[in-house]
Each structure stands twice: as structure tokens, then as C-alpha cells.
């Protein structure tokens, strides 16, 4: 279970980036390297990606690892 400061904390993160775009601080190009940056340290592979690397199935991966949606793309989230 996530703790409530965690969730604080992502709240703000989340308002601050959001500020600083309306705000015209931060562009589309800046937004792509935040999330790119981020994907690296969840370790952000397709679920087909990460079936091939870790010589499993697709279904096996899709069965027994943490998968979120993000822009309708199906990744595998591998932060252990």
C-alpha cells in the first residue's frame, strides 16, 4: 500500500510539471525527455519487448508481471 506522503508528494510533482508547462517553462521536447527519464528507471519494455529478452511468452509475461497502459501501449513495468 502506497503511503499518503507518497501520494503527496506525486500530487505535487504532478501540479509543479503541469504549472510549468502552462507556464510555457517547459515545452512538448522537455515533456518527451521527463518521460523518457522515466520510463528508463521503470525499466519500461513492451510486453513483446520483455518477453524476448527474458525468453518468456507473451502470455507468461502478460500472467505474472505488473502491466500498466500508457497511450493505449501496453507496458511492462520492471522496477524490482
Not at 508528494?9 to 504549472?19: G, M, T, W
Not at 518468456?56 to 513495468?77: A, D, H, L, N, P
Amino acid at each position: 500500500m502506497r503511503s499518503p506522503q507518497i501520494i503527496e508528494k506525486q500530487d505535487k510533482l504532478i501540479a509543479f510539471v503541469a504549472n510549468k508547462f502552462q507556464s510555457g517553462e517547459l515545452d512538448n521536447e522537455a515533456l518527451v525527455e521527463l518521460f523518457k527519464a522515466m520510463g528508463s528507471y521503470l525499466n519500461l519494455m513492451t510486453i513483446s519487448d520483455y518477453a524476448k529478452a527474458n525468453n518468456m511468452s507473451y502470455q507468461g509475461v502478460s500472467s505474472c508481471r505488473k502491466i500498466e497502459t500508457i497511450f493505449g501501449v501496453k507496458f511492462v513495468i520492471d522496477n524490482d
